[in-house]
């Protein structure tokens, strides 16, 4: 009789969870550019490296609630309702990811 080993058995699939990182880099690059504003613009107000603003909105970095908070600030937008945005990002991206499980 063949017993059955944890390592012996097949992940399951998961669809993969958006991390905070990258819905954050998101809603800011879409306020930036609903302002028309440019990486560099935005991110000498914010005093960070266009580079650094760049890797933020694509989510490749995780920035600190300080950066953050500057790079909301340069943007007109409190570290509050920053959150709050990518917090309702986070909830339709469950839901969507819900939904297609479902379909």
């Not at 905070?20 to 302002?35: A, F, N, S, T, Y």
């Amino acid at each position: 009789m063949s017993e059955s080993r944890a390592d012996d058995r097949q992940p399951t699939s998961h669809p993969r969870e958006r991390l905070w990182r990258e819905l954050v880099g998101e809603q800011l690059r879409e306020i930036r550019q609903d302002r028309g504003e440019t990486l560099r613009t935005v991110a000498g107000r914010a005093d960070v490296s266009p580079q650094y603003l760049s890797e933020i909105e694509r989510g490749s970095k995780e920035p600190s609630s300080e950066i953050l908070a500057a790079i909301g600030g340069s943007l007109d937008t409190s570290l509050l309702d920053l959150t709050t945005a990518v917090a309702q990002r986070l909830t339709t991206s469950a839901s969507r990811g819900a939904f297609a499980l479902a379909a």
